[in-house]
């Protein structure tokens, strides 16, 4: 397993402005991934944060929306811009330490309110 | 797209029951894993099958995989309040070294005392 961690776990932002969200895991890892789960929803893949090259972002999400870096195997920044209500969710980080299995392991989440 | 149904939606039982949670797909999937998720946190992985017809029993939880590797269940015995919370099944693509995982609508148990 692994422990990961994500600042802030908590913010409340005005719409219009950016939001940049840490996960920070505790040993190296291939694959990191970012979530969003909206109130009592189930969880959606935004986008894979390869180390090392840009994002891969799933349908429906992109770059300048949801801006991602990996600069190393054990942190990732997501960071969401020019946020409006809409974009009021939970905001998670999941890894998979070993390239060739799925499971995955999730940090606590960023619940962030847009006014 | 890879959907799994979950069903059913929400479930509030007494503590002491037994409950059956189901994961349905028309799609086949390589792997499935169960997740609980409660307030505040974020998913707790519970269990990975792999194998079509696998059964794994985790304390009162038992977890099984369909044989054709499309659908999943998730069977409590004798539920207790600390078995409240977000139930998620997430399937793994039938593409070897793809790490996505697809997950459930969710199930919201909640166990009464």
């Known amino acids: 397993s692994a422990v990961i961690s994500q600042k802030p776990s908590r913010d409340i932002c005005q719409r219009g402005t950016s939001l940049t969200i840490q996960c920070q895991v505790d040993?190296?890892?291939?694959?990191m991934f970012w979530y969003r789960q909206q109130p009592g929803q189930s969880l959606t893949l935004i986008a894979t944060?390869?180390?090392?090259?840009?994002?891969?972002?799933e349908s429906g999400f992109v770059i300048d929306k949801f801006p991602i870096s990996r600069p190393n195997l054990t942190f990732s920044t997501l960071t969401v811009s020019n946020m409006s209500p809409e974009d009021s969710s939970i905001y998670l980080c999941?890894?998979?330490?070993?390239?060739?299995?799925?499971?995955?392991?999730f940090g606590p989440g960023t619940r962030l309110l847009v006014l | 797209t890879q959907l799994l149904e979950q069903s059913p939606q929400f479930l509030s039982i007494q503590e002491g029951e037994n409950l059956t949670v189901y994961c349905n797909s028309s799609?086949?999937?390589?792997?499935l894993q169960w997740y609980r998720q409660e307030p505040g946190e974020g998913p707790v992985l519970l269990v990975t099958?792999?194998?079509?017809?696998e059964v794994k029993k985790l304390k009162r939880l038992t977890f099984q995989f369909g044989d054709a590797r499309k659908d999943s269940s998730l069977h409590i015995t004798a539920a207790q309040p600390g078995d409240t919370g977000l139930y998620l099944c997430?399937?793994?693509?039938?593409?070897?070294?793809?790490?996505?995982?697809?997950f459930g609508t969710g199930t919201r148990l909640t166990v009464i005392p």
């Open positions: 999941s890894v998979t330490p070993d390239r060739l299995r799925e499971t995955q392991y």
């Open positions: 040993s190296q890892v291939t694959m």
């Open positions: 944060a390869n180390q090392g090259s840009e994002a891969t972002y």
């Open positions: 799609s086949v999937f390589s792997s």
């Open positions: 099958v792999v194998t079509g017809g």
């Open positions: 997430a399937g793994g693509p039938h593409q070897t070294g793809a790490n996505n995982l697809f």
